[in-house]
């Protein structure tokens, strides 16, 4: 598959908002290291998951590679084409092309507005309506490809008539009437009930199969990732500490957190081979004050004195799967 979207030592920060006497008496200012140089990429036509607890950068990751923040730094290429902020016509072009679904759909459709009008606003903002026929004509194939039949039934309700799950197959909709070719979908069943999920899953993977959509998926549950993801990417404080092809993942993870957001999933046996269990112990660390050497060292059963003063880097160890860890070969042997 060619390459759609790559990322080059992607970094986001935020400053920290003291009090005013704090402001007044500090020279220095913290920082919330979010984002903390990725280097990932995403083929044509491939799901890649992102899965992190929450505070640990995906959906700052995911707005990030869509430029809408404006402390982006690093690389962002689509397809082959370096994206610039300040270019202001290849930005809209390229929001014209990728879209995001949010987590929530109470809060991402507009309760005044009908539904006909939710849809159309991609097409309105960006002057593709040629009379009202039209506009109805493509709110039509927006609404019937994210599976809502008979779409003019829907035209002229508001959002509190609809179920949860007709809900986001609304914003699926707003975000298909552009004919996207990548998407990132932040979270977009966590809200909805365990019968829904399927469901909305199920319309993501066909989106893929039929119009050729890329996503990235941004998720809590690595069994959800592992349903419906070409690859995961996994991320821990800012960084991605393991990605790889979903099943080499699942299977043979490298890394201690991996295997820990694998213990605690719901699933049927990957292996007959029984393994020991490892659950986390401790909160995540404050990003403001990120640990030295192995980021995750402070809740790591395996840690060593090496992880608390040297960052391992991310590193090959099989065809495709990366991971950030000083004992990774020892935890794959652990698990064969």
């Not at 002057?127 to 506009?135: M, Q, S």
Request: glycine content about 6%; some cysteine.
């Amino acid at each position: 598959m060619d390459s759609l979207l790559k990322t080059k030592d992607l970094r986001v920060n935020f400053t920290i908002q003291n009090g005013f006497l704090k402001e007044l008496l500090s020279k220095e200012k913290k920082q919330v290291k979010a984002v903390d140089g990725l280097d990932f990429e995403i083929k044509k036509g491939e799901i890649v998951s992102l899965v992190g607890e929450s505070g640990s950068g995906k959906t700052t990751t995911g707005k990030a590679v869509l430029q809408l923040l404006d402390n982006v730094e690093g690389e962002v290429t689509y397809n082959g084409q370096r994206l610039n902020q300040k270019d202001k016509k290849q930005i809209k072009s390229f929001r014209q092309k990728a879209q995001m679904i949010f987590q929530d759909p109470y809060d991402s459709l507009n309760s005044k507005f009908k539904i006909i009008d939710i849809v159309a606003e991609p097409l309105e903002i960006n002057g593709k309506i040629r009379n009202e026929e039209h506009k109805k004509e493509k709110v039509k194939e927006a609404l019937e490809w994210a599976g809502l039949k008979p779409a003019e039934t829907f035209f002229y309700r508001y959002p509190h008539e609809l179920s949860g799950g007709q809900r986001q197959r609304v914003v699926i909709a707003s975000a298909l009437i552009l004919n996207p070719e990548f998407i990132v979908a932040d979270e977009p069943v966590s809200m909805l009930d365990v019968s829904v999920r399927a469901d909305i899953l199920r319309l993501m993977v066909d989106l893929r199969d039929k119009k050729g959509i890329s996503y990235l998926f941004i998720t809590h549950d690595i069994s959800l990732a592992w349903l419906i993801s070409n690859r995961i990417a996994i991320m821990y404080l800012g960084k991605i500490v393991e990605i790889g092809e979903a099943d080499k993942v699942i299977s043979k993870s490298l890394h201690p957190y991996t295997k820990a957001l694998i213990n605690v999933m719901p699933k049927p046996k990957i292996s007959k081979q029984k393994q020991k269990r490892m659950i986390l112990k401790g909160e995540t660390p404050n990003p403001s004050n990120i640990p030295t050497g192995c980021r995750f060292h402070t809740r790591c059963p395996f840690a060593e004195e090496k992880c608390k003063v040297e960052e391992p880097e991310l590193t090959q160890y099989s065809d495709g799967h990366f991971a950030a860890c000083h004992f990774a070969e020892k935890l794959l042997e652990g698990a064969e």
